[in-house]
């Protein structure tokens, strides 16, 4: 019992403290840091930072077109916020009840990080010892310096990446509904969430195709362990119920696809480094090359340990 509440303790730290150290000049309205000339405006420059301004005008009309007309200047069309799926505004809304948006959003925003850091705690806890584990969520707290700066700001990310890794978390250990409803949390939150439901279907299905076993039909559904498994549907499903209510609040079930330019798989593969691409340009390249390497590296160690 000490020692999960000390782990816990640590989890806290690690989590808040890097994301602390960079509120803390704004905070105080320093001039400069290390030479670098800072905004006078406070937690505002925070707050005005990445998607969260976007995000905010989701919360506050509910993605209503003539509200968002109405009260709001951004200069993009009223279909562009379907892009910014519904549960993070959903959650800045709720705890909107009791602050005001930009705090909210911020609260949202840290506890969603607090989450994201347990359970990479949890999860590479399977893998390695606890010494090692503490080691490795004590980088994931600041590292790579893209996540630093995500979830120190108004940001569905945190809350994204925490429930994915909890899907995979539980999904590891079998646990499949709780699999399916932090998978359903992270397809809610961003859209790029289904991509973890295909993943699932092509990890149950490889060691059939992998033995050249000809599964078809009612054997597939036997194969697939169906009767365990179907709490993954919950992913899917929760697409569904957010196109279901875009058509609600928009008039338009295929609002995210009329959002603009906002599906971002290319094909060929490796096409990301063609910096004249829309959404590419150069300035996050070289952490694009560390992510194929570590996805390789991650993919060599799990075929090396027979994770397949």
Same mark, same amino acid.
Request: without cysteine; positive net charge; glycine residues 4%.
């Given at each position: ?14 989590s808040?403290?890097?994301?602390l ?24 420059? /925070? #707050?005005?930072? =990445?998607?969260g301004?976007?995000?905010? #005008?989701?919360?506050?009309?509910? =993605? ?5 007309q ?12 379907? $892009?910014?799926? &519904? ?14 948006? &930009?705090?909210?959003?911020? /609260? #949202? ?23 090692? $584990? ?5 980088l ?6 893209? @996540?630093? *700066?995500?979830?120190? %700001? ?9 429930? *994915? *890794? ?8 079998k ?5 399916? %409803? @932090?998978?359903a ?14 993943? =699932? ?5 490889? &060691? ?6 000809? #599964? ?17 549907l ?5 697409? !569904? ?12 079930? @295929? ?7 906002? /599906?971002?798989?290319?094909?060929p593969?490796?096409? !990301? ?5 829309? @959404?590419v ?10 992510? =194929?390497?570590?996805? $390789? /590296? ?11």
């Amino acid at each position: 019992m000490h020692k999960k509440f000390k782990n816990l303790t640590l989890i806290l730290v690690f989590s808040l403290v890097p994301t602390l150290l960079i509120w803390l000049p704004f905070i105080f309205r320093v001039n400069s840091f290390w030479k670098i000339p800072l905004p006078q405006n406070g937690l505002a420059t /925070i #707050v005005a930072n =990445y998607d969260g301004p976007l995000y905010m #005008v989701a919360a506050k009309t509910l =993605y209503n077109k003539t509200d968002i007309q109405s009260n709001f200047q951004f200069p993009l069309p009223t279909e562009y916020y379907s $892009a910014h799926f &519904p549960l993070f505004p959903v959650l800045i809304r709720l705890i909107g009840t009791v602050t005001n948006y &930009p705090y909210a959003m911020l /609260i #949202v925003t840290l506890l969603s990080g607090i989450l994201a850091t347990f359970f990479f705690f949890k999860l590479v806890s399977l893998y390695t010892d606890e010494k090692s $584990a503490l080691f490795l969520t004590f980088l994931f707290s600041f590292f790579p310096a893209r @996540w630093l *700066i995500v979830k120190s %700001v108004g940001s569905a990310d945190p809350l994204f990446i925490g429930s *994915i *890794i909890a899907s995979l978390y539980y999904f590891k250990n079998k646990k499949y509904l709780l699999a399916g %409803v @932090w998978g359903a949390i992270a397809q809610l939150t961003k859209s790029p969430g289904i991509l973890l439901f295909a993943s =699932y279907f092509v990890f149950l299905l490889f &060691p059939f195709i992998r033995n050249q076993i000809n #599964v078809t039909g009612n054997r597939l559904i036997e194969k697939l362990n169906f009767k365990k498994t179907y709490p993954l549907l919950l992913i899917p499903l929760s697409l !569904i119920l957010v196109f279901i209510f875009y058509a609600f609040a928009t008039g338009d079930f @295929w609002a995210y696809f009329h959002s603009g330019d906002n /599906i971002h798989l290319i094909f060929p593969p490796f096409s !990301i480094f063609n910096y004249s691409a829309p @959404w590419v340009g150069t300035s996050w390249l070289e952490e694009i090359i560390f992510i =194929y390497l570590f996805g $390789a /590296i991650g993919v060599y160690k799990l075929f090396e340990k027979k994770e397949y």
